[in-house]
């Protein structure tokens, strides 16, 4: 009982870490100014919807959601699809030099992404893909590639290979099972890495910054940078911005939980 207690008193916690600074920056963004700095702990009196409103009926803050949205959904398009490739060339074929190729992915865990910017900024800059979409979506799947990896490997080596010997006995080629069979099976663990690739591409702020400098292609970050250094005196302003930059990932997050933890332990469950 009290092992129980302590462990709800642990969770309630950290949900109060995490629920009262959000809570404290959406009243904040009903306010003015002058209420902010007067009463900080307060309830808005009045409240002032015009800070809400005013990013709402802005064009660059839509098209900064349309650019973080694009942007994230190609990265993952084409991390997930490479990722999966590789993972049945690691999970189900036996080569010479398989676990050190593999191992060579695990590394890429470990690269940070600091040591990369210079080198990077050089090769993107050499093939014109400065302020370039695709010199964004290109860096980000490498960089998403190694941890989209090790969990679908993970996955795919938990089909029993009957299933795959019973699919080519009845005529079905190797990317035949790939195709038809495998990746059905692998919805969940293709959902868990699809949600972890958007989410990080959505919050991805230092790799915008170097490559995007024209404002036509800006994303959420680094549109939010740019809102602050603009009105960095109004903060309940830079409050409601923020605020609502958080909304479309706190919202897809929210139902794709249920698929994100049940793909993470669904490897671990099986065989």
Known sequence: ??????????????????VVPLLYAVLSGFKSTDQLTDNP??????????????????????????NSTGVAVATTLLTV??????????????FRGRELFYTLFTIGLMFPFAVAV????????????LDNPIGLILPQAGFGLPMTIII??????????????AAILDGCSRFGFFWRILLPMARPALGTVSVLAIVAS?????????????????????GVQQFQGQYNTD????????????VPALAFYSVAERQL?????????KG
């Open 1 to 18: 009982m009290l092992r129980s207690l302590s462990r709800h008193s642990v969770v309630w916690l950290i949900g109060a870490f995490v």
């Open 41 to 66: 702990l307060g309830l808005p009196s009045p409240w002032k919807l015009s800070n809400y409103s005013g990013v709402l009926s802005s064009g660059s803050f839509w098209r900064q959601v349309a």
């Open 81 to 94: 699809s490479v990722s999966a490739m590789a993972a049945f060339v690691f999970a189900r074929y036996a």
């Open 118 to 129: 210079l080198p990077l900024f050089v090769l993107l800059r050499t093939f014109d893909l």
């Open 152 to 165: 679908l490997r993970s996955f795919f080596r938990t089909i029993p290979a009957e299933l795959e010997e």
């Open 202 to 222: 959505w919050n991805n702020f230092f790799l915008p910054l170097l490559v995007l400098t024209n404002p036509k292609w800006q994303t959420i970050p680094v």
């Open 235 to 246: 903060y309940a302003r830079v409050l409601a911005y923020i605020v609502l930059a958080m």
């Open 261 to 269: 933890i049940g793909g993470l332990t669904a490897g671990a469950t």
